[in-house]
């Protein structure tokens, strides 16, 4: 280490420690007179048992009462009491980020599920920064190849673009993650599995994911049994990660599945610190953190973060508060159609309800019209479809009507993929144009 480094070291490291106690527990929230601490550091509370002896609960800063410091714990309230001994450590959360971690399975505070030590030789980081100043975005202008036929023809998606998938539950959302993470052409994947089922998260690994999908990927795993708090950390925590290796150059692909339980997260913290519930019980943090973690993903001066995240729509509304403020977020949406999936359509990707804001711009003029011309053959037979189906249209009738019911099943079975089929983004455009010049037979 060099003289100035080590000068450095010295003079951050803290020559005195803050601390406070415990006065009340009251819900998810824990109550200290002190330490001196700003919103979102870490504090360690000292507790003592006779099972386990002593231990550090890690707690973070959420909020003050008058001088009373509110807390709420990364883990289980279960083992503190009051006069417990409350340190503070005058940083946020922090995790180590490094190309050593690709393959691994981590927490919501960075390490690994399954019990081993992290490697040597990793970076610290802080799991929340601020977004890339927007003028030094670069413009999206590269595609992005998802190995999706519906996705890369239909709805092509840029090197930095952010697109939400909307579904409600049970119609495929994971397993078209496992299928963009094992086709895409990303240097690197991060998937955050943000309130999961237990049982969920090695499936989605060992089924969806896969062994050679997983070589290229970092996974961030907050199971729903976790604290509020850990959920909304993994989400950061991941986003972090993915800032990283963005910073070094890489075109990063960030999976979060889903942003719905983020949300869902800070509303029971929302809701334990007081605030008062707004639109159907989320509260006003709930809506000023979401852009704060949507924002952070996209292109800089370096890398991109192309971003994926899920959404879960209850009832399949469509325009329920979380779902319409992501999608006013983000730069494109793919919704997920129950009706589709019930026809065994899979991916059950309904074209005329998703948009890829970008596709215009970063696709040749000849897909773009391809696909435009097969959207709204699609939409005409949709529209007629009640009077088809009952034999009330006569053949003859209508010329776009009579076309698009030539071509429906040609786009239903271009739409259609096989679970473990990869395409080429070459090859789904050639499919398209080729489908879009055959006309009426």
Same mark, same amino acid.
Not at 128 to 155: Q, S
């Given at each position: 280490?060099?003289?100035?480094?080590?000068?450095?070291?010295?003079?951050?490291?803290?020559?005195?420690?803050?601390?406070?106690?415990?006065?009340?527990?009251?819900?998810?929230?824990?109550?200290?007179?002190?330490?001196?601490?700003?919103?979102?550091?870490?504090?360690?509370?000292?507790?003592?048992?006779?099972?386990?002896?002593?231990?550090?609960?890690?707690?973070?800063?959420?909020?003050?009462?008058?001088?009373?410091?509110?807390?709420?714990?990364?883990?289980?309230?279960?083992?503190?009491?009051?006069?417990?001994?409350?340190?503070?450590?005058?940083?946020?959360?922090?995790?180590?980020?490094?190309?050593?971690?690709?393959?691994?399975?981590?927490?919501?505070?960075?390490?690994?599920?399954?019990?081993?030590?992290?490697?040597?030789?990793?970076?610290?980081?802080? !799991?929340?920064?601020?977004?890339?100043?927007?003028?030094?975005?670069?413009?999206?202008?590269?595609?992005?190849?998802?190995?999706?036929?519906?996705?890369?023809?239909?709805?092509?998606?840029?090197?930095?673009?952010?697109?939400?998938?909307?579904?409600?539950?049970?119609?495929?959302?994971?397993?078209?993650?496992?299928?963009?993470?094992?086709?895409?052409?990303?240097?690197?994947?991060?998937?955050?599995?943000?309130?999961?089922?237990?049982?969920?998260?090695?499936?989605?690994?060992?089924?969806?994911?896969?062994?050679?999908?997983?070589?290229?990927?970092?996974?961030?795993?907050? !199971?729903?049994?976790?604290?509020?708090?850990?959920?909304?950390?993994?989400?950061?925590?991941?986003?972090?990660?993915?800032?990283?290796?963005?910073?070094?150059?890489?075109?990063?692909?960030?999976?979060?599945?889903?942003? !719905?339980?983020?949300?869902?997260?800070?509303?029971?913290?929302?809701?334990?610190?007081?605030?008062?519930?707004?639109?159907?019980?989320?509260?006003?943090?709930?809506?000023?953190?979401?852009?704060?973690?949507?924002?952070?993903?996209?292109?800089?001066?370096?890398?991109?973060?192309?971003?994926?995240?899920?959404?879960?729509?209850?009832?399949?509304?469509?325009?329920?508060?979380?779902?319409?403020?992501?999608?006013?977020?983000?730069?494109?949406?793919?919704?997920?159609?129950?009706?589709?999936?019930?026809?065994?359509?899979?991916?059950?990707?309904?074209?005329?309800?998703?948009?890829?804001?970008?596709?215009?711009?970063?696709?040749?003029?000849?897909?773009?019209?391809?696909?435009?011309?097969?959207?709204?053959?699609?939409?005409?037979?949709?529209?007629?479809?009640?009077?088809?189906?009952?034999?009330?249209?006569?053949?003859?009738?209508?010329?776009?009507?009579?076309?698009?019911?030539?071509?429906?099943?040609?786009?239903?079975?271009?739409?259609?993929?096989?679970?473990?089929?990869?395409?080429?983004?070459?090859?789904?455009?050639?499919?398209?144009?080729?489908?879009?010049?055959?006309?009426?037979?």
């Amino acid at each position: 280490m060099k003289a100035a480094e080590l000068l450095e070291h010295i003079s951050s490291v803290q020559t005195f420690k803050k601390f406070g106690r415990v006065t009340r527990v009251v819900g998810l929230m824990i109550e200290s007179q002190g330490p001196d601490s700003s919103i979102g550091d870490v504090c360690k509370i000292h507790v003592n048992t006779v099972k386990h002896g002593h231990q550090e609960i890690l707690a973070e800063v959420v909020g003050f009462k008058d001088e009373i410091v509110v807390l709420m714990p990364y883990t289980s309230l279960r083992e503190i009491s009051i006069g417990c001994l409350v340190e503070g450590t005058g940083v946020p959360l922090e995790v180590k980020v490094g190309t050593e971690l690709i393959g691994k399975v981590l927490d919501s505070m960075g390490y690994p599920i399954d019990g081993s030590s992290l490697p040597k030789g990793l970076t610290t980081v802080q !799991t929340e920064e601020d977004p890339p100043n927007p003028l030094t975005r670069p413009p999206i202008d590269e595609i992005l190849e998802v190995g999706v036929k519906a996705i890369d023809g239909m709805l092509t998606v840029g090197k930095g673009q952010r697109v939400g998938i909307f579904a409600g539950s049970g119609v495929g959302k994971s397993t078209l993650l496992g299928m963009i993470a094992r086709n895409t052409v990303a240097d690197l994947n991060v998937i955050a599995l943000i309130g999961e089922r237990g049982r969920e998260v090695r499936e989605f690994i060992e089924r969806d994911l896969g062994e050679e999908g997983l070589k290229r990927s970092i996974v961030v795993a907050a !199971t729903s049994d976790q604290p509020a708090l850990m959920r909304i950390k993994g989400a950061f925590t991941a986003t972090a990660i993915a800032e990283y290796f963005r910073n070094r150059g890489l075109n990063v692909m960030l999976m979060m599945d889903s942003v !719905t339980r983020v949300a869902m997260a800070q509303r029971e913290i929302g809701l334990a610190t007081g605030e008062p519930p707004a639109q159907k019980g989320y509260t006003p943090s709930v809506f000023g953190i979401l852009p704060k973690l949507l924002e952070r993903t996209g292109t800089n001066e370096k890398g991109s973060i192309t971003a994926f995240y899920t959404v879960l729509v209850d009832g399949d509304d469509m325009n329920e508060p979380i779902a319409d403020t992501v999608r006013g977020i983000l730069d494109g949406h793919i919704v997920l159609d129950r009706t589709l999936a019930n026809k065994g359509q899979y991916p059950a990707i309904n074209i005329l309800k998703s948009v890829s804001r970008l596709m215009n711009h970063i696709a040749t003029p000849e897909h773009v019209k391809a696909a435009e011309y097969l959207r709204e053959l699609y939409f005409t037979y949709e529209k007629s479809e009640d009077l088809i189906n009952i034999g009330a249209y006569k053949k003859g009738t209508s010329k776009e009507i009579d076309e698009a019911i030539y071509y429906e099943p040609l786009i239903t079975s271009y739409l259609k993929q096989g679970y473990m089929d990869k395409v080429s983004m070459e090859d789904s455009v050639a499919e398209l144009v080729k489908l879009s010049t055959g006309g009426v037979k």
